[in-house]
């Protein structure tokens, strides 16, 4: 060192071979003969790189540090590791602390840092890193179970289409046992009372099943003829059907309200007319 401060020509040579990368190639694009000595090399030099220098980080940056609600515990514990290795010497008991304060206070690991916080920062890396490995598998879990339920959930997507349309075609035809309008006999008590009073009648055929997935139903619907959540008894018209049905063969006839038992009652003269009538004009 004392031959080179002796020496300013040799002190600027043997400086610059210790440049590398960016810093070489803008040594090189210095004009010729525009360093006089190595202090005017050295005033360039920190000139042109004082903005490069880095900002040491402070042990109270950790508290700055958060795990996000959609990020793993995996990726939170990378980066807190990666944040306190550019503070130098940073304390351990403050890096405990930030560490465990960054943590939803709900998460599991957070629960066991507070039961037990005498611990090394060691020993509470070492134990996220297990409940990293379980966040691990319960996230490659999840994402397995998805791809299994999408094949399903569109198979039933379907079948709710299916059944959907051939309701609606349904709905547009007229209904057997009603008038060509669609409409049912007029009841004197709702048609789900009726259902509970005839249920266990061997007259009374209790439907299939409904198809598709039963927790995209609505929870608020029952329907008593099925037994499950989609829809309410009173609109169901494969139950108004089968009560018309019922009602054709003789059943269910004490709930029809007064009115409606003299509209069937003509309903049964006018379609026995045509046939008397027939009757009457055929010689014997």
């Known amino acids: 060192m004392i031959l080179y401060k002796a020496d300013d020509a040799l002190m600027c040579k043997v400086f610059a071979m210790t ?13 010729s003969t525009s360093i006089g000595n190595f202090k005017e090399f050295a005033l360039i030099f920190t000139k042109e790189y004082t903005s490069y220098k880095t900002v040491r980080k402070h042990a109270d940056h950790l508290f700055n540090l958060h795990k996000k609600l959609d990020e793993s515990l995996r990726d939170y514990l990378r980066w807190f590791k990666d944040e306190k290795a550019n503070i130098i010497g940073c304390n351990d008991q403050v890096a405990f602390l930030a560490f465990k304060k960054g943590l939803p206070t709900e998460h599991e690991l957070y629960q066991e840092l507070a039961i037990t916080p005498s611990q090394t920062l060691g020993e509470v890396l070492a134990t996220a890193e ?83 997935d039963p927790s995209e139903r609505d929870t608020n619907k029952y329907c008593a003829f099925h037994g499950e959540h989609s829809h309410y008894t009173n609109n169901y018209n494969a139950w108004k059907r089968h009560l018309e049905e019922m009602v054709r063969e003789g059943h269910c006839t004490e709930f029809i309200a007064k009115k409606a038992i003299q509209h069937i009652e003509d309903r049964d003269v006018a379609a026995k007319e045509p046939l008397q009538r027939s009757l009457e004009s055929t010689p014997f």
């Open 19 to 31: 440049l590398r990368g960016a810093a070489q190639d803008w040594f090189h694009t210095l004009p």
């Open 130 to 212: 297990r409940y990293a490995l379980w966040d691990d598998d319960h996230i490659a879990a999840k994402k397995a179970s998805k791809k299994v339920d999408h094949p399903k959930k569109q198979a039933s997507q379907k079948s709710n289409k299916f059944e959907q349309k051939a309701q609606d075609k349904h709905r547009s035809q007229p209904q057997e046992g009603g008038s060509k309008t669609g409409a049912f006999t007029e009841f004197a008590i709702p048609i789900h009372q009726i259902l509970a009073q005839v249920k266990d009648k061997p007259w009374v055929r209790m439907p299939l099943p409904l198809r598709g």
